[in-house]
């Protein structure tokens, strides 16, 4: 392969935004190009009312007994950070085999709450 220097290019052109010396150059921004559009978010996800819920829950427990398995689904509400809490529990210990949250992130949750309410006080004393 053969490369050719090319007489007429002695020097890289400056980039965008800087002088010939290096130095700042200021650049006009017609603020109508720069403007972001802000579109409306997406229809909003409707929550399942608690009937709903069950419902679901049911069908699922239902197939998790077809499939041998010794197993329950439990959605609940955290009376504290009045979270949805799902449970997979095993029937015959009663032993909780996966949470979601977990009781690190509820416990992390009460604690916040717990420092916006003391914060609350503070402010209002």
């Known amino acids: 392969m053969l490369i050719q220097n090319t007489s007429s290019m002695t020097q890289a052109p400056a980039p965008a935004g800087l002088a010939s010396n ?3 150059v200021s ?3 017609h603020v109508q190009e720069a403007r972001a559009e802000v579109k409306p978010a997406a229809a909003a ?7 709903q819920l069950e419902s679901e829950v049911g069908k699922i427990n239902s197939a998790l007994q077809r499939s041998n398995k010794n197993l ?3 959605i609940s509400v955290d009376e504290t950070t009045r979270k949805q809490v799902i449970r997979l529990t095993d029937k015959d210990t009663g032993d909780t085999l996966m949470q979601y949250p977990s009781e690190a ?5 009460r604690s916040i709450d717990e420092f916006q309410q003391g914060m609350l006080l503070k402010q209002q004393a």
């Not at 992130?105 to 949750?109: C, E, K, P, R, S």
Request: hydrophobic share 50%; glycine share 10%.
């Open 22 to 24: 290096g130095g700042p």
């Open 27 to 29: 650049v006009p921004v």
């Open 45 to 51: 996800v409707q929550q399942p009312t608690p009937a």
């Open 72 to 74: 329950e689904l439990s």
């Open 105 to 109: 992130v509820l416990a992390i949750a």
